[in-house]
């Protein structure tokens, strides 16, 4: 999108399944598809309550938009398990990592939350950290 005028600026990026494509989020919520990514919808133009901080690929080709208060929208067959959005957390969320069956959400204190089939198997929240924590990945 470079060059491109922008209501919010890009938060994340996520390629296709097959590596042949690729999906930007705007803090909007906006995306923007490229290659063979499928545009299945997005947050863009919709009041949020907080903004969009990462996107997450399915596996399958659906995708999820995760906000900073937790707030998770899927779409394209992503299946939605539950979110933070709603829940008091001590940091704000800053991504997602989605799995087959499941998904994580990472708070920029290390704190981890899972849903679906994700197991919960440790995290640093709760734990003194030198910078915050500004991505995740599976």
Same mark, same amino acid.
Request: hydrophobic residues 40%; charged residues 10%.
């Given at each position: *999108?470079?060059?491109? +005028?922008?209501?919010? +600026?890009?938060v994340g990026?996520?390629?296709?399944?097959? =590596?042949?494509?690729?999906?930007?989020?705007?803090? /909007?919520?906006? @995306? %923007?598809?490229?290659?063979?990514?499928?545009? %299945?919808?997005?947050?863009?133009?919709?009041?949020?309550? &907080?903004? @969009?901080?990462? !996107?997450?690929?399915?596996?399958a080709g659906?995708?999820?938009?995760? &906000?900073? /208060?937790?707030g998770l %929208?899927?779409?394209?067959?992503?299946?939605?398990?539950?979110?933070?959005?709603?829940?008091?957390?001590?940091?704000? @969320?800053?991504? !997602?990592?989605?799995?087959?069956?499941?998904?994580?959400? $990472?708070?920029? /204190?290390?704190? @981890?939350?899972?849903? =679906?089939?994700?197991?919960? !198997?440790?995290?640093?929240?709760?734990?003194? $950290?030198? &910078? +915050?924590?500004?991505? *995740?990945?599976?």
């Amino acid at each position: *999108m470079g060059g491109m +005028p922008l209501n919010k +600026p890009i938060v994340g990026i996520a390629t296709t399944p097959d =590596g042949n494509g690729y999906y930007e989020v705007a803090s /909007d919520g906006g @995306i %923007f598809a490229f290659g063979d990514a499928t545009f %299945f919808g997005s947050m863009g133009g919709k009041p949020l309550n &907080a903004p @969009i901080v990462g !996107i997450g690929m399915t596996p399958a080709g659906g995708y999820y938009e995760v &906000a900073s /208060d937790g707030g998770l %929208f899927a779409f394209g067959g992503a299946p939605f398990f539950e979110s933070m959005g709603g829940m008091p957390l001590n940091k704000p @969320i800053v991504g !997602i990592a989605p799995l087959s069956s499941g998904y994580y959400e $990472v708070a920029s /204190d290390g704190g @981890i939350f899972a849903f =679906g089939n994700a197991p919960f !198997i440790g995290s640093e929240g709760g734990k003194p $950290v030198n &910078a +915050p924590i500004v991505a *995740m990945t599976t």
